[in-house]
């Protein structure tokens, strides 16, 4: 079983669909894919049309010592399952806290589902706190997405220094473009940039796209309603991009 955190500091880089949407693909292909909502937002959960079985349950979960599949719920899609979030998240970090090894609470409670999924995708909130430190724990990869504007390349930055202040470099780090503008120029600019910069940027692009926009009256993954436009293809093609990192990466 692969975790594949997809997270950034920042918000409103593209997070909860591209989550949404690599999982969906995966799925698709044939593994057996879990999406673990640890955003308060909600966001994938609203998505896939799913409300948590009991409000605060998950939350329960990290404050006691419930079972993680007990609140895994059956999506629409076939070999895609999801767990998801509520407006209780938002305290998650002080309930961590209150644990010992806070940090390696998403881990304990996903290692019994290591034979029942092929990936789990964590759609993880916007911010660097005692949650994250879990992720990173919890975490083979953390996939980043960035949009090619000096704030967005400025959070992958502190992303970094965060990880090497706090020895986290054996953690894959896959930076990826989102809500690309090829029409602009600075887009462009920037997009070199990361790529001569940064080692590990996955050159596939997503594109700002009023068709990923329209999840959000879809509510279900993108490749469900639009299984040949060019942001479909591009998520496909990154998907193809992450299996061949991670196949190198072990």
Not at 60 to 84: M, S, V, Y
Not at 126 to 153: G, K, M, Q, R, Y
Not at 168 to 195: G, I, N
Not at 238 to 243: A, D, G, N, S, T
Request: hydrophobic share 40%; charged share 25%; with cysteine.
């Amino acid at each position: 079983m692969k975790v594949l955190a997809v997270y950034s500091i920042k918000g409103g880089v593209g997070k909860t669909s591209s989550a949404v949407n690599l999982a969906f693909i995966a799925a698709r292909a044939g593994y057996r894919t879990l999406v673990w909502d640890l955003d308060p937002q909600a966001a994938s959960s609203y998505y896939f049309r799913i409300k948590p079985k009991h409000k605060g349950s998950s939350k329960q979960l990290i404050a006691g010592d419930g079972e993680l599949e007990n609140l895994i719920k059956a999506t629409d899609f076939e070999n895609l399952d999801l767990l998801p979030s509520d407006f209780a998240f938002r305290n998650l970090d002080l309930l961590l806290d209150s644990k010992k090894k806070p940090t390696r609470q998403l881990k304990k409670h996903l290692k019994p589902l290591a034979e029942s999924y092929d990936f789990v995708f964590l759609d993880c909130p916007p911010n660097i706190s005692l949650l994250s430190e879990a992720i990173f724990a919890a975490a083979d990869v953390l996939l980043s997405p960035v949009i090619p504007t000096t704030l967005s390349l400025r959070t992958l930055e502190q992303l970094q220094a965060f990880m090497t202040a706090h020895e986290l470099e054996k953690l894959t780090v896959l930076p990826f473009f989102s809500m690309v503008d090829r029409r602009k120029k600075m887009h462009k600019d920037m997009m070199r940039h990361l790529l001569d910069t940064v080692p590990n940027t996955l050159t596939t692009v997503i594109p700002y796209s009023s068709e990923i926009e329209r999840m959000g009256l879809e509510r279900k993954p993108l490749g469900a309603y639009s299984k040949t436009g060019p942001s479909a293809m591009a998520y496909n093609e990154l998907w193809q991009e992450i299996l061949a990192r991670i196949s190198i990466s072990g």
